[in-house]
């Protein structure tokens, strides 16, 4: 396991080790604000050793999202509760990076939130995807059909003000949540995108939002950004044939590499992100690390999905990855990092009905910050 607490380099800040915490939705913001629940919780598991923490996914603006009580990062009371979480992290010994977040069609028009943004749900083109379920609303909605947005340099603008609150608010750096069928991947998507202007149809042009973002980003932060790609597809009815797949990931990544980014996230094929429809897998199933890797060369690369500590030490010290990212087990073993160190096994019991809450949830610290640490 040595090859897992080197530390390690990131855009402006070391990281003490190579076991990062993935971001984990959890929705335990009341009404979008970040709470003292949510400071216990992040600090439990600076003391369990996380090298480095992704917040959960931070909305940037007002959405309809199929979870409730997500965080946002909009307004000057969510940079005071983030630089609440922020700090406490800090104290701890923590580092933390923002994950920032635009859930495009995979909003509702009938959420509390959605209608309180006042505006449609917006995506790249008019195009609902499969699937949905909806906890706030009543009856079991799926996904609605979405309103293709005018000019996506609405959405740039609005990342990059997520951005400036969020070093507002003291968090190391920012990552873009590019992966699972949210607005950045539905760009990518060409099932998804069948625009016709600049930010559609080739793949230099569907690459556009999620590079031009970047861009946003690196403006605040300098080179404490970061992205997280998921080229398998799958989640929220998105993936494109392997041909399609293999050029558009590979220009992606290849442009966003010349950003001097901290790190690139490579999600791999993962069943549990996988979603069948009419019988057929919505996924592109190919090697992620092994396709891409060889196309970064100035970013760091952290490895996520399925990944446990012995093979995150084998994929570390073969240079395959420069970190790994955990992230169910976060959720389950606050102490994670001491565990593996230790030798001890990952073995509590996950609290399935509290892994986030729901119209039946009463005390949130349940399946959330009781989670049991190991004797040592």
Known sequence: MSALFAPLEIGDITIKNRITMAALTRNRAEDTYPTELMKDYYVQRVHGGAGLIVSEAILITRQGTEWPHAPGLWDDKHVEGWKNINDAVHAAGGKIYAQLWHVG????????????????????????????????IPGTPGYATPTAIDDPWRLVAQFKHAAVNAKKAGFDGVELHGANGYIINQFLDNTANHRIDQWGGSKENRSRLGLEVLKALVEVFGKNVAVKLSPAGGYNDVGMPLEETLETFEYFITEADKLGLAYITLVRYSELLDV????????????????????????????????????????????????????????????????????KPLDNAPDFPHLQTNKNSGDWSTGYTDYLTAVY
Not at 322 to 327: F, N, P, Q, T, Y
């Open 105 to 136: 069609r995979a909003a509702h028009p009938d959420a509390e939130q959605q209608k309180l943004a006042g505006e449609p749900v917006w995506a790249p083109s008019a195009i609902s995807a499969r699937g949905g379920k909806f906890r706030t």
């Open 276 to 343: 069948v429809y009419d019988g057929v897998s919505r996924a592109t199933k190919h090697d992620i690390v092994a396709t891409y890797r060889p196309f970064i060369h100035n970013t760091k690369v952290i490895v996520n999905a399925g990944v446990l500590p012995a093979e995150g030490a084998e994929l570390v010290a073969s240079g395959q990855a420069d970190a790994i990212s955990i992230g169910f087990n976060w959720i389950t073993h606050p102490d994670l990092v001491k565990r593996v160190e230790h030798g």
